[in-house]
């Protein structure tokens, strides 16, 4: 079980390039989210799924783009960087269980650390 | 808009210590409230809680949920220094995690 993975590691863009940071898990979860980190701020949600097929913004979706066609995967796209984009992004994955989908324990990947210049 | 709101927002102790840090929320449809530790990766789960007053344990450390108040506690005794990190306190509702900013415990030998 590999868990949740995320690549690149790290990016650097220039402002206006678009690109697509890739997450998979292979523990067959419904619900799967994306995450930004800046420093000081906690992590706030971008985008989430609760199944394939369905999506949903979270508290700062602007510039970011979701899709799910598949349980496994979950891509972000950022359509034209920005360097307010400049932050760590987490993918993360969760069963539903006894706090109802997306009220449970979220397993992380290992982050993306994104700059844009 | 769902608030949690962490306290302190960073602390210093010395190893021995007992250190508690603090998390309220204001969260419409509340189903869970978690605890993580985050140390320069991803964070890794510690606890969820979903009844109030049921305190869960794991080694040194352990946490309990007051529902009638809104807020929680994490309790570390006798820290080490491997428990330097930043900890997430967020809530589950609506479909989603909201996180509180963190603490940051800095543990000194």
């Known amino acids: 079980n590999a868990g949740v993975t995320q690549t690149p590691k790290f990016q650097v863009l220039k402002t206006g390039q678009s690109m697509t940071l890739q997450c998979a898990q292979d523990?067959?979860?419904?619900?799967m989210s994306w995450y930004r980190q800046d420093p000081g701020m906690g992590l706030r949600l971008i985008h989430y799924?609760?199944?394939?097929?369905?999506?949903d913004q979270g508290e700062v979706p602007n510039g970011y783009n979701v899709s799910r066609s598949t349980t496994e995967d979950f891509p972000l796209r950022l359509l034209s960087a920005a360097p307010s984009q400049t932050s760590v992004y987490f993918c993360a994955s969760s069963y539903s269980g006894l706090g109802g989908i997306g009220a449970n324990e979220q397993f992380f990947g290992p982050g993306t650390r994104l700059t844009v210049l | 808009e769902d608030k949690v709101v962490q306290s302190p927002l960073s602390l210093v102790v010395h190893e021995g210590d007992t250190v508690t840090l603090n998390c309220s929320y204001e969260?419409?449809?509340?189903?869970?409230l978690l605890w993580y530790k985050q140390e320069k990766k991803a964070p890794t789960f510690l606890f969820m809680l979903?009844?109030?007053?049921i305190e869960k344990k794991s080694g040194r450390l352990s946490s309990i949920l007051d529902k009638k108040e809104l807020f929680s506690i994490l309790n570390i005794t006798a820290t080490q220094t491997g428990d330097s990190a930043v900890y997430l306190c967020a809530t589950g509702a609506n479909s989603k995690l909201t996180f509180g900013k963190g603490i940051t415990l800095s543990v000194r030998p």
């Open positions: 979903t009844s109030s007053g």
């Open positions: 523990m067959n979860h419904e619900y």
């Open positions: 799924s609760v199944g394939a097929g369905i999506t």
């Open positions: 969260v419409t449809n509340f189903r869970s």
